[in-house]
Each structure stands twice: as structure tokens, then as C-alpha cells.
């Protein structure tokens, strides 16, 4: 089935533990994003590709990294995770007609 | 700045009663405007967008909005709420035409009383 495929679903890690989510897009879709979600902020974006081998900063980028060597993958990855990680996290693509597919999250605790 | 602002965190209505979610964007260029509906632990689902045509976008379960240029709003209603809809809805605005990013709101919680 097309669309956003997001693994992990779910995950705790320890504080200072490092850890990469795959997103998978088989749309042939250029853009793709990460966001997390937090109560009472709605979505914030993390960071975001604009095609294979290029990425950027968004609002939030501290903390992570992401690499999109693949055009059908976007991977973020968490160096030294921190409790204040805790969240759900999104990732999104864009389709030409600014129809954007959202996967269904990964749920992160660090504890 | 805020960027996109949603009034009401949370709001409860009657089952059979008007549905109103308020949002206000600020944007320097014409914007594109969005509604999504989130379910208790579930993705995003897009309910209808705005993209400079008509300015009434109907989208779907019922639910239509109203781009208003001159009061910088995009209100989501429905004439008559069902127990399905309560969720969580989130404005989405972009603003920056080269990344093309969703901006979102804070989000409200709709609730729907029997």
C-alpha cells in the first residue's frame, strides 16, 4: 500500500542512549519532514528534505540529525537521547498539489 | 510570532450542535490554509485545505471553512456534530513557499456531549 510507513512505533530509551527512526515513503515524493508532537504545541518541525541527499533545519533541530540518502527514506537520528525528547514523533511527505501523507508516529520516552 | 493561532484549547458541544474551531494566521504572502483532524493515538488526517480557489472549502465528514482574507481567518464548521467527531483539530498554515512546511497550530480538543 502507497504511503508513510514510520518504525519504530514505539520506544524507551535511557538518558545518553542514541537511536535512528526510519521513515519510508514509496510515493516518489521530493519533500519530507519530522515533526514532533507535544501536548498544548501541536506539531513543530524538526527538520526537513527537500531531495535525495539534501537536508535542513526546521524550528526545533537541536538534539538531532537526519540523513536522507535514499529519496524513498528519512531517517532522524538522536545522538544522546534527553528526557526532553519525550515525544510523539511524525514524519510527513509532500505530494505536488501540497497533499501532504503523514505516517501514523512513533511514540519516544527517555527516561 | 505566532504564526497560526487556534482560540479554545478545548471545546464542547452538544451532540446535533454547531461545530466552530477558530483560526487566525498571520502570513505576509497569501497562504495556503489546512484542517487536520488527529484521533486518540492515530496520524493526521487532512480534512480540507485551501490553496487560493474557492474561498468556502468543503472537506470531508461535513466539515467546511472559510478563508477570510480581510479578518486573516480560517473557522472549521459543522452544522451538526456527531459523537465520531470528537478529536483533536489542528490549523496548518505554510508560509515559506520554498521548504513548503506545515506550520501548526496549538490544536483544540473538540468533545461532544451526548
Known amino acids: 500500500n502507497a504511503g508513510v510507513t514510520q518504525t519504530p512505533k514505539f520506544r524507551v530509551l535511557k538518558t545518553g542512549q542514541s537511536m535512528t527512526l526510519l521513515c519510508a515513503q514509496d510515493?516518489?515524493?521530493?519533500?519530507m519532514y519530522w515533526y514532533r508532537q507535544d501536548p498544548g504545541m501541536g506539531l513543530r518541525l524538526i527538520h526537513y528534505s527537500v531531495g535525495e541527499g539534501t537536508t535542513a533545519k526546521g524550528e526545533v533541530p537541536d538534539g538531532y540529525n537526519v540523513s536522507r540518502l535514499k529519496k524513498q527514506n528519512f531517517l532522524l537520528g538522536l545522538e544522546s537521547a534527553a528526557p526532553s525528547q519525550t515525544s510523539v514523533y511524525f514524519c510527513a511527505s509532500k505530494e505536488r498539489d501540497y497533499g501532504y501523507t503523514f505516517g501514523s508516529g512513533t511514540r519516544l520516552t527517555v527516561v | 510570532a505566532q504564526s497560526v493561532t487556534q482560540l479554545g484549547s478545548h471545546v464542547s458541544v452538544s451532540e446535533g450542535a454547531l461545530v466552530l474551531l477558530r483560526c487566525n494566521y498571520s502570513?505576509?504572502?497569501?497562504?495556503?490554509l489546512f484542517w487536520y483532524v488527529q484521533y486518540p493515538n492515530q496520524g493526521l488526517q487532512l480534512l480540507l485545505k485551501?490553496?487560493?480557489?474557492?474561498?468556502l472549502v468543503k472537506g470531508i465528514n461535513g466539515f467546511e471553512a472559510e478563508f477570510k482574507k480581510s479578518e486573516t481567518s480560517f473557522h472549521l464548521t459543522k452544522p451538526s456534530a456527531h459523537m465520531s467527531d470528537a478529536a483533536e483539530y489542528f490549523c496548518?498554515?505554510?508560509?515559506?513557499?520554498?521548504?513548503?512546511?506545515?506550520?501548526f497550530g496549538s490544536g483544540t480538543r473538540l468533545q461532544v456531549q451526548p
Open positions: 502570513s505576509s504572502v497569501p497562504p495556503y
Open positions: 485551501y490553496t487560493s480557489a474557492a474561498t
Open positions: 510515493m516518489n515524493h521530493e519533500y
Open positions: 496548518a498554515v505554510i508560509l515559506d513557499t520554498g521548504r513548503r512546511a506545515l506550520t
